[in-house]
């Protein structure tokens, strides 16, 4: 059925593009920036080089955050900014899978030392807006 589905209604990509692999296009895929190691302990800002383990960056050291540590899977820009704000706002789901998968390779070592993984508390009225968090 989903194969009939999708001749009569092709998908597209999270980039707007035809439908695409792994939700987008090559262009999409191309323009997306992975974070990657080296990178602050904390907020997961990238290094340009490997500084060592543990070390944080200026802003970090200077005010430190009432958490331990974040990663982020992409850095939030131009075209980044697109694709979550359509999976927030525009009932874009279907990409769900697809952004897990993103925030655990980004997460793995955090999530593998963790007692516990919490969701942000949404807004009980965004909540209603939404439909989920």
Known sequence: MAALLDVAWPQT???GAPSAVGGFSADGWAQVRF????????CGAPFEH???AGVRC???EARPFAFDR?????AYDERS???VLQFKHGDRL???KLF?????????ELIAEAEAVVPVPLHPLRLLKRRYN
């Open 13 to 15: 990509a999270a980039d």
């Open 35 to 42: 974070l990657e190691a080296p990178w602050c302990d904390g």
């Open 50 to 52: 490997d500084l060592g």
């Open 58 to 60: 200026a802003p970090c």
């Open 70 to 74: 974040l990663r982020a899977a992409c």
């Open 81 to 83: 900014r697109d694709l």
């Open 94 to 96: 279907e990409h769900a």
């Open 100 to 108: 897990a998968a993103w925030l655990a390779r980004a997460g793995r």
